[in-house]
């Protein structure tokens, strides 16, 4: 004990100048002396910055007078909290310790570093709390932001969605009213007419509104198979199939539209292929690429079915040798909003809907459909399936 206070009495001696500059100046400790008749003798700048207007009245808890009551039987004669300001505005508070002497009260004081740390504990922890909140804000903005965006992409896409399918109505419309304006003129025709012309006149009209209404018939099992498509509510049963036998059938099924026009179809098979699809789908596939072919076909004409296999797919020609697609008409074709319509080489009409059946339905198969063709020498629509005995999410695998 004697050697700390050797130890203080020479810091004090020996810095004394530096000290008294320091305790002047501080800004963190609190110095200021009092005569008990309440006047301030002397106060450095903290105990300044502290207190207004008359310095004594700003005591606020305890006030100056109950320090003077407190006496002086020991020494400080207050050790705590002391608190400076008014009941209207914002208080301060200091850790200080009061000494009396001689009449006289010596205030030394500043703020308690226990409190400090634990302030700035909690300041450390509001502004991490406050930072996680900004991330946390920028977070749900920004995903918010992204479930904008995908709103209005999902508003685009439905309103394209809504355009379509007006366009398609109008479309369908037109198609329809077409063959029913033959189907009801020439019948009315016939009506009034029975009794007076032959017999071949009468066979002709009837062999026309006969295939009027089988073409008519053809374009709404189109789009009943369409329309139930888009719903989702056709069943897909893929299995393995012998590719020749459901080709012959859906030929033989649409051989008299081509011996109608002398066409010959061609069946090149010679690996006997196996794909692995739904058998409804693949032979209306084929029905409408088949019928697209003798449609376009010239008199005489010839159709070439063929298969390739390549990897874990078949790749299925349907080619004729009849008008062909102008380049710049190629995709309007798998489009039904484009509304590409052409007559046939025998004036026959189509909507287009059956090409979209067909990329619907080998698309549901994981494969492609796609189209060549060169103006009057013809057209192939190639298309894939896959020949494994598996599919999974329209992606077929071995």
Not at 1 to 23: C, P, R
Request: glycine residues 6%; proline residues 2%.
């Amino acid at each position: 004990m004697i050697m700390q206070t050797e130890k203080d009495q020479s810091l004090l001696t020996e810095w004394s100048v530096e000290i008294d500059d320091a305790l002047l100046k501080s800004k963190s400790l609190c110095v200021a002396l009092f005569t008990t008749d309440s006047e301030l003798l002397f106060s450095n700048e903290a105990f300044s910055s502290l207190v207004k207007g008359v310095p004594c009245q700003s005591f606020l808890n305890p006030s100056f007078d109950e320090l003077l009551a407190l006496g002086d039987i020991s020494n400080p004669i207050f050790d705590g909290f002391l608190t400076f300001g008014d009941y209207q505005s914002v208080n301060h508070s200091i850790a200080a310790q009061i000494f009396k002497k001689n009449n006289k009260l010596l205030v030394i004081g500043g703020v308690d570093t226990s409190q400090l740390l634990e302030q700035n504990s909690a300041v450390h922890q509001l502004n991490r709390e406050v930072t996680n909140l900004q991330r946390d804000l920028i977070k749900k903005s920004h995903n918010l932001e992204n479930t904008l965006s995908q709103l209005q992409e999902a508003n685009l896409e439905l309103n394209k969605l809504n355009a379509d399918k007006d366009r398609f109505m109008q479309i369908l419309g037109h198609d329809l009213r077409t063959p029913f304006t033959t189907l009801l003129g020439f019948s009315g025709i016939l009506l009034e007419n029975l009794r007076i012309y032959d017999i071949d006149k009468i066979e002709n009209m009837i062999e026309l509104i006969h295939k009027t209404s089988q073409q008519t018939f053809f374009l709404l099992e189109d789009l009943l198979l369409w329309s139930k498509s888009q719903a989702g509510r056709i069943p897909f049963e893929p299995r393995e199939l012998v590719f020749e036998d459901v080709c012959m059938q859906v030929i033989n099924s649409l051989m008299n539209n081509a011996e109608a026009k002398n066409i010959k179809i061609n069946l090149r098979d010679n690996e006997e292929t196996v794909i692995y699809a739904d058998e409804q789908m693949l032979k209306t596939v084929l029905r409408n690429l088949l019928s697209n072919a003798i449609k376009f076909t010239n008199q005489d004409g010839q159709i070439d079915i063929c298969t390739e296999r390549s990897q874990l797919k078949t790749i299925i020609t349907v080619s004729d040798n009849g008008v062909g697609i102008e380049n710049e008409n190629i995709d309007k074709i798998l489009d039904v909003t484009q509304h590409y319509v052409t007559k046939g080489t025998a004036k026959e009409s189509g909507t287009g809907l059956g090409l979209m059946l067909c990329k619907e339905f080998v698309e549901k198969h994981g494969g492609n459909l796609w189209v060549e063709s060169e103006p009057g020498k013809g057209s192939s629509f190639y298309f894939t399936m896959p020949f494994s005995t598996v599919i999974a999410d329209g992606k077929p695998t071995e």
